[in-house]
């Protein structure tokens, strides 16, 4: 099938691929597996993550993605190359145009690495949209009408927070607090409390099974394994829900300033129509659970989870595909 339009959400845990009439055709986590030797890429994605924390010395499993921008020029570009030859082949007759999302906060320097590094890796022309534009699309948010809209796109990488309103960015702010700071504070957490040392995937799934924005009345219990830094040999320690929410405080807290911040640089009319309405969470970081409750709680506004948080970004580029030149007039970026 000849692809002429590709849509990747570009992020720092995971890379999405969107191709019109095809829907969402890959779902990776965005990590590259290299041969320190030969310089030469091992596995992206899947099997990639698989190699995280248990490499030997001439292997190295790495993200070339940080706080939702290019960390590393030519790995990203050999994951992007991956990815476009993954859903178009490798011998294509035809060089797809390709829209990539980016944080909002990213500088004119890094927006034009993703654009040439998506040129770079096939594409004939390459467009960047904003995030928060993309995930309230996805989301369902009517960004063109005269009214205050906001949206809170939390990511592996980076937390977004954009008041919309007749197709632009009123107000914007972009927190290098995500997902991944998260998992890192658990695992700091159950390290200084109980001398435990976990990786990033136990520490994820330590979020993802018993984590929680608020603490509960009834606590949830999960036995967690890692390495003793006392006597060095494996143990099993208990955790509770509580101590997962007592350790990632801090990363919520930036979230909330984050929030206020674009909510005192909002004008009043805006301001009274997010009253009105609300603001929509979305992204990965959105589906940990009471976060909506505590950021209503903290704000004063009401907060609710996107459908489909998760994958509210690369909806949003679906539709911004499929309605290409219309969106290429009003929202995107070419370098």
């Avoid at 597996?33 to 030469?40: M, Q």
């Avoid at 007759?93 to 004119?108: N, Q």
């Amino acid at each position: 099938m000849l692809v002429r339009k590709i849509g990747i959400d570009l992020g720092t845990a995971n890379v999405l691929v969107f191709v019109p009439g095809r829907g969402i055709v890959s779902n990776e986590p965005s990590v590259v597996a290299i041969s320190i030797a030969e310089n030469k890429v091992l596995a992206v994605g899947n099997e990639a993550k698989e190699m995280l924390g248990r490499t030997p010395d001439t292997i190295m499993a790495s993200r070339p993605m940080k706080d939702g921008v290019i960390a590393d020029y030519r790995i990203t570009e050999a994951m992007l190359k991956y990815f476009i030859n993954k859903v178009s082949g490798k011998f294509r007759f035809v060089r797809p145009e390709i829209l990539v999302s980016i944080p909002a906060g990213v500088t004119s320097t890094e927006r034009r690495a993703v654009v040439d590094a998506a040129v770079r890796a096939g594409a004939k022309a390459a467009y960047v949209v904003k995030e928060p534009m993309l995930a309230a699309i996805g989301a369902g948010i009517p960004i063109h009408t005269a009214s205050g809209n906001m949206i809170i796109n939390i990511g592996g990488g980076t937390s977004e927070v954009a008041v919309i309103s007749l197709g632009g960015i009123v107000a914007a702010t972009s927190a290098r607090v995500g997902g991944n700071k998260i998992d890192q504070a658990i695992a700091d957490y159950i390290k200084r409390k109980y001398s435990l040392a976990i990786g990033d995937r136990t520490a994820e799934d330590v979020k993802i099974k018993i984590g929680s924005a608020i603490a509960q009345v009834k606590e949830e219990y999960l036995d967690v394994r890692g390495r003793d830094l006392t006597g060095g040999l494996p143990k099993t320690v208990k955790i509770s829900s509580n101590e997962v929410t007592e350790s990632i405080q801090d990363e919520l807290r930036e979230i909330i300033n984050a929030i206020k911040k674009v909510l005192q640089e909002t004008p009043p009319e805006l301001a009274a129509d997010i009253m009105d309405k609300g603001m929509v969470l979305s992204g990965g970081g959105a589906l940990i659970r009471n976060l909506d409750a505590l950021i209503t709680k903290t704000i004063g506004v009401p907060c609710y989870v996107a459908d489909e948080a998760l994958f509210c970004v690369i909806k949003g580029i679906g539709i911004a595909l499929d309605n290409l030149d219309l969106y290429k007039r009003t929202i995107m970026l070419s370098k």
